[in-house]
Nanobody, 121 residues
Framework: QVQLVESGGGLVQAGGSLRLSCAAS????????MGWYRQAPGKQRELVAS???????ANMDSVKGRFTISRDNAKNTLYLQMNSLKLEVTAVYYC???????????????WGKGTLVTVSS
């Protein structure tokens, strides 16, 4: 029905940059809010940043000024530009989206399978 596929994770040195992407496909009429979450080992999943269909963004305090969330509505794709990476951001990053599913005919919430970001010293 609807798939979210993240890409762009990997191993990077502290201070470096990565750009994550999340492509949504399937039975999509519209996408409302999209967000990036992360889950570090032994910790709960937490919201990193979100963006509405009108491009209103919200970031967690610890990434403000370093991470930028954006989206391309024509491509149903979400991005997260991560700069000045610190060791503590090592985690699996998940994409989330509120989608109007044309089969279900309603708003549904979807998750990607995640992409691992590892920051080394």
């Amino acid at each position: 029905q609807v798939q979210l596929v993240e890409s762009g994770g990997g191993l990077v040195q502290a201070g470096g940059s990565l750009r994550l992407s999340c492509a949504a496909s399937g039975s999509i009429f519209s996408i409302r809010t999209m967000g990036w979450y992360r889950q570090a080992p032994g910790k709960q999943r937490e919201l990193v940043a979100s963006i509405t269909s009108g491009d209103t963004t919200a970031n967690m305090d610890s990434v403000k000024g370093r991470f930028t969330i954006s989206r391309d509505n024509a491509k149903n794709t979400l991005y997260l530009q991560m700069n000045s990476l610190k060791l503590e951001v090592t985690a699996v990053y998940y994409c989330n989206a509120e989608v109007w599913n044309t089969v279900v005919i309603g708003w549904m919430n979807y998750w990607g399978k995640g992409t691992l970001v590892t920051v080394s010293s």
